[in-house]
């Protein structure tokens, strides 16, 4: 299958999907889907203290039980740290990047973001992070949703970390080299990541690589006001019939679903919602999960959800 689109779902394994993690996995493969695109799905798993054992396999199966296939075969971030060194030796071959031994204390006593202290100072590898060198930072970005997309000027300047004192290969290095690799020519993730986007975007542009499309899903909340998340203990994507759920995330954003959905396979239900998306009906702001979804997963009746 030939598509000039190609997009991602690219999950860490620190915990099962919940609710959240479906938006943002379904509005990623409808978008390609519906541009008769392809759909990979790449596990972060760069940072084992995070890591739970068998969330990763578990991903996977709930991805499969969801109607959610991807293409190709699957991209392990553990696999991909020959990838990540050759990229942060081109990055010190150009002078791109210099290392920093400024502790995360300093950083705070000064605002927060980092003033480029160490930049001039030849600092060795030993006990130092290694930051990247912004020669031309971005200060804002286009997202197919949001419209133009400004970020905080000190954040989008600063020369952050892209292979930390730890060890670990950075976030924003990982996900720039992996998404060039698969050649992703669109980034549809939750609007969580809004922030290091210009930074990605920076990356890109030093390493002289193509900038993928941008969209920002809404976040679904919980009665606390913050985001669906594994570290704020949301509920797991529960086993059995998953349309009601899909139907759920399918009116979060603000898609249209059949009055008769329950009379649809699961199928018909995802294949009808590819033929039917459209960014102009979803809305930008984040929302709370309804309390139909909150009593759905306490007592295992999916059917309440959609009664909304």
Known sequence: MSSSCIGRFAPSPSGELHFGSLIAALGSYLSARAQNGLWRVRIEDIDPPREVPGAASRILHQLEQYGLTWDG???????????????LAWLRTH????????T?????????????????????????????????????FEDRLRGRTAAERALAQEDFIIHRRDGLFAYNLAVVVDDHFQGITE?????DLIEPTVRQIALYQQFGWPVPDWMHLPLALNHDGNKLSKQNHAPALPDGDARPLLVAALRFLGQPVSC???????????SDAVAQ???????????LKPDAQTTAFSNGSQQAMISR
Not at 73 to 87: G, N
Not at 95 to 102: E, L
Not at 187 to 191: F, H, I, Q
């Open 73 to 87: 075969e699957v991209l392990w971030q553990s696999q991909r740290h020959d990838a990540y060194r050759e990229a």
């Open 95 to 102: 002078r791109q990047s210099y290392y920093c031994t400024c």
């Open 104 to 140: 995360r204390r300093r950083i705070q006593q000064i605002g927060g973001f980092y003033d480029g202290y160490c930049r001039d100072r030849q600092r060795g590898p030993e006990n130092a992070a290694l930051r990247l060198r912004q020669h031309a930072p971005v200060l804002a």
């Open 187 to 191: 980034v549809v993730r939750g609007a």
């Open 260 to 270: 008769g959905w329950q009379d649809l396979t699961q199928e018909k239900l995802l």
């Open 277 to 287: 998306w459209n960014i102009a009906l979803m809305p930008q702001e984040n929302a």
